[in-house]
């Protein structure tokens, strides 16, 4: 029963994607209409529906029960991104490569793709454990992610943090979700139709995220998808070395299962979509980081139901 609510729940995802890869094909959503969709799930639709399902579905008692399972992500992560250091000087990538793989090996799109699949999955009862995780994706991404490729497209030695890291950690989902956070422990309860309109608002992260992937596997040519050596390095690290250092984590440090088996699943989820921003934006390979990104969103759809067995 398990394995068909699973599946049935991967359908869904798989329909929605296809949705949005037919609806680009058919021009009707192009390049210039398509960055509004993660425009809106990033700066409305996520945060609004943070704080509405942290009000409404979790408690000050709940809070402190979970805090010390940040650990997990933080610990599993930091070990991935050691590891990823190694395995890019063993396989002797050049350095407009190294720091894209070495961000794509241990972190991953845990909240733009993140919420929209523990939500079908597992969910609302999911949310805490996906912001808990995403929390410490995000802090690691935009200090040592950002550290890496930014050292990819320069000679000149970079900051692991600095002011400009600071600002790109604080996105729109992180502060409402600090917010939220905030008002959870002050006990605070906001009107009834600010919450519906939270809620209401909120119900788009699911539909625009996985369109927006359909439409970005679209643009994708089949033709530079390859599997070179260093592409299936990576792919390991994302899809088997990654998640499995969560569940040796989790070993030490005791965490409820549910909150095992979202950590596994948002571990194991694509490379976050702003690697090839970040490398375009450093001078670092960018039709890298968009190959690598392209390949492990297709692959998650095959990956995700291997993990939802096994857990």
């Given amino acids: 029963m398990e394995f068909m609510q699973t599946l049935t729940s991967l359908l869904v ?7 949005g890869f037919f609806f ?9 209409t398509a960055p509004l969709m993660p425009m809106l799930v990033n700066r409305l639709a996520l945060p609004t529906y943070m704080i509405w399902n942290f009000l409404a579905n979790f408690s000050k008692d709940d809070f402190f029960s979970l805090v010390n399972s940040i650990a997990v992500p933080y610990v599993s992560m930091l070990i991935s991104f050691v590891i ?5 000087r063993f396989a002797n990538l050049p350095p ?5 793989f070495q ?45 890496s490729i930014n050292k990819s497209g ?25 917010l939220a956070l905030v008002l959870v422990l002050l006990e605070v309860k906001l009107p009834a139709f600010l919450m519906s309109s939270f809620k209401y608002l909120g119900t788009m992260v699911t539909p625009l995220s996985m369109l927006f992937i359909g439409y970005t596997l679209s643009t994708v040519r089949l033709q530079e998808l390859k599997f070179t050596r260093d592409i299936n390095l990576l792919l390991l690290g994302r899809f088997l070395v990654s998640p499995l250092l969560v569940i040796l984590v989790a070993r030490f440090i005791e965490i409820p299962y549910l909150m095992l088996q979202v950590f596994v699943v948002l571990a194991a989820l694509p490379v976050m979509t702003q690697v090839p921003i970040l490398a375009s934006i450093y001078g670092a390979d960018t039709k890298y980081g968009a190959i690598v990104v392209s390949l492990t969103t297709l692959l998650c759809l095959l990956v995700i139901p291997i993990y939802m067995a096994f857990l």
Avoid: D
């Avoid at 680009?24 to 210039?32: G, L, V």
């Avoid at 407009?96 to 894209?100: D, F, M, R, V």
């Fill in 154 to 178: 320069r000679e000149e030695e970079v900051a692991i943090v600095s002011w400009e890291n600071l600002k790109l950690v604080f996105s729109p989902p992180l502060i409402s979700f600090i």
């Fill in 84 to 88: 990823a250091g190694f395995v890019a």
């Fill in 13 to 19: 995802i798989v329909i929605m994607v296809a949705s």
């Fill in 24 to 32: 680009a094909k058919a021009k009707w959503i192009t390049r210039e």
């Fill in 96 to 100: 407009q490569k190294a720091g894209i």
């Fill in 103 to 147: 961000a794509g090996f241990f972190s991953s799109s845990a909240i733009f793709i993140g919420v929209p699949v523990c939500l079908a999955l597992f969910g609302e009862k999911s949310i805490p454990y996906v912001l808990i995780y995403f929390l410490a994706n995000a802090s690691m991404f935009w200090t040592l992610g950002n550290y």
